[in-house]
């Protein structure tokens, strides 16, 4: 199941600028960098990062790139036990985002699994229907939306009445204000005060954790299946992976979407047993996915860990869907290495300085706050 020629992409609408993704570690360092009074006074490996951080700032106000989050963003970041730390980190990102978050891999994978339907059955669907790759809210990282409203002691919405009497201007504000303290918070997380607080009302942070453990349990259950099959890690394993991984992780879901289709009045036949391999193959995200996870099982010594599964999550959205990535050695590697992902024209730096020069190198655009769908050459 090599990636296919013709890619099918999510129905999305996506900024008109650029966009880059940096992981966690490099807004880390960008964080450290911001701490430092000057140049000078920098060690030698936080230097390239404060040149990154004053070329990013300028592109970013200039409008000519845009710096998204991701919903792994803000599960890693909660991995952070120091409060000040996590602060400092959400200051740089907050810094670069201004909250636009991406949509995650499920809603992606969704798209696009909708859109191959679509392609097989010689579906178009018009641009009103698609969604924003990105908008400026943690709710979009995961698929979902917020609505702030007043309510009184018994649940009542009562957000008109507060409205009529502080003035609508004065609501306004105050609603804006309200948002940004709880992206905010959202980002850089409780105190230990507050999540003491939290954890009486019934917050467990441990869910996220125990969610990446489940998956990780399956990489490993993979990583068993190879060791009784060795055959496979030198011959077809993309093949193995790619079966495994669609059965696990997207199955469910496809199986769904045929019966939301049905109930829709929309084409939900499922594909031939022909078509079958070419239709998963042409998704993006879930080949990102497949790739890396295909490149780290051919080391059979692999010592797996929850941050592969992390990492994993992130560059399966930000490769396809960002014009730019900042990631670790390894990631990057089993990206740029795949022979069938170079046809996605992501540019992948090896190091802050290489970035720094790219995004100095960025033109002006025309409109930049305006959404366009994808191009079959996307990003």
Partial sequence: ????????????????????????????????????????????????????????????????????????????????????????????????????????????????????????????????????????????????????????????????????????????????EMNLEMERAMLRGPS?????????????????KRGLERRLDFELETQQVLADNPEWRSGRLRDVISGRDVKHEWIDLFLKLLQEREEDGRPHEMPSTEDTPGYWAAMPQVQAAISIKTRYHRNATRNWRTNDICDIDAMSIAYPYCDAVLTDKEARAALVDDRDLRRIPTFMPKRPEELTAWLKDRPPVVNPTSLVPLPETAP
Avoid: C
């Fill in 192 to 208: 230990d005060a507050e999540a003491a607080q939290l954890r009486g009302g019934g917050w467990d942070p441990s869910v996220f």
């Fill in 1 to 176: 199941m090599p990636l296919a020629e013709q890619l099918v992409w999510a129905r999305v609408l996506r900024p008109a600028i650029p966009m880059v993704y940096l992981d966690l570690n490099h807004y880390i360092n960008l964080a450290r960098a911001s701490q430092v009074a000057n140049t000078a006074e920098m060690s030698a490996k936080l230097v390239p990062y404060g040149e990154l951080a004053e070329a990013a700032r300028k592109a970013k106000t200039e409008g000519r790139v845009m710096f998204p989050l991701s919903n792994v963003h803000l599960m890693e970041l909660s991995k952070v036990t120091d409060p000040r730390q996590r602060a400092d980190v959400a200051g740089a990102m907050e810094d670069l985002s201004d909250f636009n978050y991406i949509l995650e891999r499920v809603t992606l994978g969704q798209l696009e699994m909708d859109a191959g339907l679509d392609r097989l059955h010689g579906v178009e669907m018009s641009v009103d229907h698609y969604l924003p790759l990105v908008a400026p809210s943690f709710a979009h990282g995961f698929g979902r939306m917020v609505n702030l409203r007043v309510e009184d002691a018994e649940g009542t919405d009562t957000s008109e009445k507060v409205r009529e009497l502080i003035a609508t201007e004065a609501f306004t504000d105050l609603f804006k």
